[in-house]
DNA sequence: GCGACAG
DNA sequence: ATCTTGTCGC
């Protein structure tokens, strides 16, 4: 029983980055999407860094549906591998959040990642890569846009708006609360757009972000905050 | 060439 | 993302 995830290689250039995306951007879409009844449990996962810049925090929190409650919590700290440079925003975290995910008990039926997944230049942000190498049902979600547009939408809660780039439709602009900005949400790996939003809003309670990325957020930074270097707890 | 550019 | 004070709004 081999659950170890596949690495994510880091890339020595521009050029070889570029192919990497466009064959995982490939396969993910190749993948049959998941369907959100055989979905018991969410998970979320985002990263935080130390104020040199120079170690990434990568947590990850499993919540159960539909109540939210919270089944298992991890975290990996590790040296930053990559610079921060919009479009391969993956090399950067995505290697941590890997470990972190792989390092659960017990693997999620679906991840949230902090992030794009389709909505990206290349079709395949940083929720594709880690739902690609895990062989996870994965979804973006992000709080501005890297690539497309969406025209302005309602202020109700569950409105959205699809996110046009070169003339497909690659994301959507959902609100998730009330008179808030929107986040943008876009299909990882084995998704599919609808699903990707309805997972969103099953997730979503009285906060802007899902509880499972929110979860994520808040124990990356704890763990930042404390110093703690790795850790796995229920 | 110019502007835009997840976290 | 991170460094930072006060401040506006629900």
Redesign the pocket.
Known sequence: MDERPLPLKIPASLDEAKAIQEAIARAAETAPPVSLDEVRCIAGA????S?D?RTVHAAVAVLGLPDLNVLERCWVSREVPFP?M?????FREGPAIISAVGALTRQPDLLLV???GRA?PRRA???THVGFLLSIPTV?V?????AGDAVEFGPARGSSSPIWDRGEIVGMAVRTKAGSRPVYVSAGHAMDLATAVAAVLATTGTSRIPAPVREAHRIS?EV?RSHITFSVSP
Do not use: C, M, V, W
């Open positions: 985002d990263a935080s860094y104020p810049g921060y919009p479009g391969f925003f993956a902090d992030g794009h990206h942000g940083i929720a973006g992000a709080k501005q846009l890297l930074r930042r």
